[in-house]
């Protein structure tokens, strides 16, 4: 993970080196490119003068860009670059050396050209635009030899100096690796073993594209990249979070159909198959077609184009995630929670996970005893919603439930007093949602893990849940999850969809906090006893 002032440090090192380089290619940098590209990067603007001179110094950086099973989609959005246009970065910052859609070679001089190039070891970045037939290779082949673009890519891999997949395609496989892909298709980092830098979208944004090959250009180093290899600066946030019709989300606002008014008007579009929420990209930020507009600024849902494996799993792309819409069945085997309460003691010396009065996992230390899950929350439902509804989105949140849930709301009307109910009881969280999405009382919590086992989907819904860990205080916040269900439950979820997501967030702060304490007391054996146990409930159930 490189800082602000080590990438500093290698760009003033770079301008020096190239100052008293014999190789140096000075020509003229437009400014204003350069800090645009500084500002997408999201780089301060000291950055600027060195950057601009580095760009002026060096060689245009060779770029090979290989076309494999993919509809040259990524490079149509490459084309419509702007600030630089494709002209400028082109001829500037990059060499497209070798491109098949814009090369005025072909044939045996196509070949050549990347003979010329591998012979010569020069330095190059290698592009990757669609995915890879690394079985039956028979399905891809190019160019005047015939050679497959399995062996292609393995031959130009090896010299690369870096490698961006850039799309879904080569990043994960694509349209053409979904189920139940007949040819074999997969990923470019598949069939390497190199890293590379991911690029996801179906297409990319142009920025997206530019602004990655610019940085490795400029630094000769990677990005810093998240657990799937992607660049932090462009997917290290939720879509949803930057989204413009975020404030309808949490009104409860959602459009009921495509050409309704309330889509026109800036209503959520999650109810009509918007997957924001569980997709990782910048698209509301840097939009496409030189900041013109994005899918739901235009009225369509995002797709999570720039997640692995859309195409199965996340259902019609027009519905919400709900049960009834499902096609691939991701569904867990059910929760035992007898087996649960037999096994219970993880370690009797050390760790216990109770079930018996309320859901806590205790510490056992001698003749001590933590109960380090802390927390506290408002258990009547009523009371809940009359709080919820006390500024304006939440009025709006509530109103909205009311009219979509009449029999639900009129229950909670009339089966729930006045009368505060703090409870440190997560088990009171379940009865929480279940009577918002059922209108009726939760009798068993195994019924709610029911529910959340026989969900089809594997991506959870936020939940908004807090955990601070903190020396020996242990605190989860639920405070912001009250407005989730409802808000999920008008956006078209489900029960079960509740259920699941509830659930498997539980599950990660209880595991993360488990973990906490057990590092903190350096009780490694403790931590082992508890970690075989809680794998089969996260990993095998959630």
């Known amino acids: 993970m490189l800082s602000n002032d080590e990438l500093k440090l290698l760009l003033e090192q770079r301008l020096r080196d190239l100052e008293n380089s014999p190789f140096k290619d000075e020509k003229f940098i437009q400014e204003k490119s350069v800090a645009n590209i500084l500002k997408i990067l999201s780089l301060p603007s000291d950055f600027l003068e060195p950057a601009k001179r580095v760009f002026e110094l060096s060689p245009t950086q060779k770029v090979v860009w290989l076309h494999l099973a993919e509809c040259t989609g990524c490079s149509e959005s490459l084309f419509r670059t702007d600030n630089p246009d494709l002209i400028e970065f082109s001829f500037d910052y990059i060499s497209l050396h070798y491109h098949e859609t814009l090369m005025n070679a072909s044939g045996w001089q196509a070949e050549d050209c990347l003979d010329e190039l591998l012979d010569s070891n020069e330095d190059f970045i290698l592009a990757v635009e669609g995915g890879v037939y690394a079985i039956d290779t028979f399905f891809l082949s190019i160019g005047a030899r015939g050679e497959s673009g399995y062996d292609l890519l393995q031959r130009l891999a090896k010299k690369a100096s870096t490698i961006f997949a850039v799309g879904t395609c080569s990043s994960y496989g694509g349209i053409q690796a979904a189920n139940p892909n007949p040819s074999k298709c997969c990923s470019v980092a598949e069939v390497l073993d190199k890293r590379v830098v991911h690029i996801p979208g179906c297409p990319p944004s142009d920025v997206n594209i530019v602004a990655n090959l610019a940085f490795y250009s400029l630094f000769k180093v990677e990005p810093n990249l998240d657990e799937r290899n992607r660049p932090k600066w462009a997917y290290g946030k939720c879509l949803h979070d930057m989204c413009e019709r975020k404030a309808k989300f949490e009104s409860g606002i959602f459009a009921q159909k495509f050409d309704d008014d309330l889509a026109k008007n800036g209503a959520c579009l999650f109810k009509v198959g918007c997957k924001g929420p569980y997709t990782y990209n910048n698209c509301p930020k840097i939009k496409f077609n030189s900041k013109t507009s994005w899918p739901v600024q235009a009225g369509h849902g995002c797709m999570a184009c720039s997640e692995p494996d859309f195409w199965d799993e996340f259902g019609f792309y027009e519905s919400a995630m709900s049960n009834d819409k499902a096609y ?93 109910r703090t409870s440190s009881d997560i088990r009171n969280f379940f009865s929480y949602i279940y009577t918002l999405a059922k209108g009726e009382f939760l009798k068993d919590s195994k019924d709610f893990f029911e529910y959340a086992s026989a969900y089809k989907f594997k991506h959870v819904s936020p939940f908004d849940m807090k955990l601070s860990l903190k020396d020996e205080e242990i605190k989860l916040d639920l405070s912001k999850s009250m407005r989730m269900p409802l808000i999920y439950l008008c956006g078209g979820l489900d029960l079960e969809a509740l259920a699941f997501s509830f659930s498997k967030e539980l599950c990660k702060n209880l595991n993360e906090a488990l973990g906490f304490l057990c590092e903190k007391r350096s009780k490694q054996r403790a931590f082992h006893a508890a970690s075989d146990f809680m794998h089969p409930f996260l990993h095998s159930h959630f």
Do not use: C, P, W
């Open 328 to 420: 691939t069945n991701h569904s867990f085997n059910a929760l035992n929670i007898k087996e649960l309460k037999e096994n219970s003691s993880l370690d009797e010396d050390k760790i216990l996970l109770s079930f018996d009065e309320d859901l806590r996992i205790l510490y056992k230390e001698g003749s001590s005893e933590l109960n380090f899950l802390n927390l506290s929350f408002e258990s009547n439902v009523k009371l809940i919603l009359q709080g919820l509804a006390k500024n304006k989105m939440g009025a709006s949140l509530v109103e909205n439930y009311k009219k979509d849930f009449k029999k639900n709301y009129e229950f909670i009307q009339d089966n729930y007093d006045d009368v505060s």
